[in-house]
């Protein structure tokens, strides 16, 4: 915005003075050329984020999609001969028709052990994949598996962990792919072919997520943080000049403008601070520079306790044999120090007898992470426990320690549900508070909050939409204008 184009007639504006140099608007011309369409595209693609989210498996779809374990094929160690140790999660589950025991060390490593034969499991075959993808989908059709590393869908860092994958496409007319990991031979993502076409409009511009520049982390996390730096300057100058022109005690019009302009003007005065807003929560979302950045936290590792030894695992295993429960998926986790089942929610000791946790125990549990204020059962959500576009556990029993921090723990298991400390609780406020204006309890979700940032998105789109053809217009007839001055004559 320009406070020097030819200002409505009037005889107020003859003494109308350019505050602005020069150079700051020429500088914010130029930029809304450039970063000002990124930013308009940033919110065209956030309008289509509120109806479409980018496309990934929650565990608990995952688990509900598994058959039942086949306990008359378990356990067998035989061919175990180097057994992990320190171990940080175990679980069983079914893996292509036999039981399979998944492990994760505390140094991070995985390990998948056939309980049929005892033998690790390093490479899922391509068949397997096929038919662990198609019994998740409850398909019974003709199906393809491509061995891949990554691709659009899978270029995060989360999917590392599982690389490579089995990419299977089912023949179901909808363009269906089912990712599996060849490690573990777990489901890891699900697109369809209107859920891929609807991301390049939502999700993929807007976090600028082309693979080209995701599957580097640090490039792209610093091409985010510069462009919305940038944003963030673009849009202080040009509330700066919208100032300086509107000046509404020198005249009597709102604004000095006609045509476009005006309506850039108006606009742009009356959603900068929204856009602002959306800019620099979207840098908050980055943590630049380790701006929020929490510090280590033992406090899980407290409320869980000594790990379990690969002897404790293969115990309880032999007792689930026994017990032959029906079950999909069964944990096997620890309580400060203590082992126990989870099967479908529901805790049992490690011999397989229903063992619900006290109100005493969760208690206990609860001090272990520190000292504590306050610390109870909560039925409904509060300021940092709440649901968004995926629904928290509820209810939940939270911790509040002497250093602010707050903890929530599931009360019929006592695995840890979410954490905030210091850092944790500024990013709540100044990235999610601010970007998805869930400031107000009530209006976090759903329809009327809807309806209110489809309202707003519109608005700031407006606005950033005719700066940018203003400032494109400009700048052709610059370009014109230096071209005509550099011919001979």
């Not at 072919?193 to 976090?207: D, E, F």
Request: aromatic fraction near 8%.
């Amino acid at each position: 915005m320009s406070p020097t184009p030819t200002p409505s007639s009037g005889a107020s504006n003859a003494a109308r003075r350019p505050l602005a140099p020069r150079w700051l608007v020429v500088l914010h011309r130029y930029l809304g050329v450039s970063l000002g369409a990124l930013m308009l595209l940033w919110c065209l693609s956030g309008i289509v984020m509120l109806f479409v989210h980018y496309p990934e498996v929650a565990q608990e779809d995952r688990l509900a999609a598994l058959p039942a374990i086949n306990w008359s094929r378990c356990c067998n160690f035989g061919d175990v001969v180097a057994p992990p140790v320190h171990i940080e999660t175990a679980s069983v589950e079914d893996l292509a028709g036999v039981p399979a025991l998944r492990l994760q060390t505390a140094g991070g490593d995985r390990h998948v052990i056939d309980l049929s034969t005892g033998r690790a499991i390093h490479d899922i075959p391509a068949e397997a994949a096929r038919l662990i993808a198609t019994g998740h989908a409850n398909f019974s059709g003709d199906s393809r598996a491509t061995a891949i590393q990554r691709d659009q869908w899978t270029v995060t860092g989360y999917f590392n962990k599982h690389r490579p994958l089995w990419r299977v496409r089912l023949a179901d007319g909808r363009g269906t792919d089912i990712y599996v990991s060849r490690r573990s031979g777990e489901v890891v993502q699900r697109t369809t072919s209107a859920s891929r076409v609807l991301n390049w409009l939502g999700a993929i511009p807007h976090w600028l997520y082309p693979a080209i520049l995701r599957q580097n982390t640090a490039l792209w996390a610093q091409v985010v943080i510069w462009t919305s730096l940038i944003g963030v300057f673009l849009i202080v100058t040009g509330l700066y000049l919208g100032v300086l022109a509107w000046r509404p005690f020198r005249d009597a019009r709102l604004s000095p403008y006609r045509g476009l302009m005006n309506w850039h003007h108006l606009t742009g005065l009356a959603t900068g601070l929204l856009t602002l807003t959306w800019v620099a929560s979207g840098l908050v979302s980055m943590n630049p520079w380790g701006l929020l950045e929490s510090p280590p936290d033992s406090a899980e590792a407290r409320l869980r306790g000594e790990a379990p030894t690969f002897a404790d695992v293969q115990s309880a295993l032999a007792d689930l044999a026994r017990a032959n429960p029906s079950a999909a998926h069964v944990e096997i986790a620890r309580l400060q120090g203590h082992l126990f089942l989870v099967n479908a929610e529901e805790r049992f000791d490690a011999v397989v007898r229903p063992a619900p946790l006290t109100g005493s125990e969760l208690a206990a549990a609860g001090r272990s992470m520190g000292p504590v204020v306050s610390q109870g059962m909560i039925e409904v959500e509060d300021a940092y426990y709440f649901s968004h576009h995926e629904k928290v556990r509820l209810p939940a029993w939270r911790v509040i320690t002497k250093t602010g921090s707050r903890y929530y723990l599931d009360p019929s298991t006592g695995r840890l549900l979410a954490s905030f400390d210091a850092p944790a609780k500024a990013y709540r406020w100044l990235h999610l508070g601010l970007h998805r204006l869930d400031v107000v309890p009530g209006l976090r979700a759903g329809p009327a909050w809807t309806a209110a940032m489809v309202i707003l998105l519109a608005a700031v789109s407006f606005g950033v939409g005719t700066g940018v053809w203003l400032a494109w217009r400009r700048a052709v007839n610059d370009v014109r204008g230096l071209r005509g001055a550099a011919r001979p004559r």
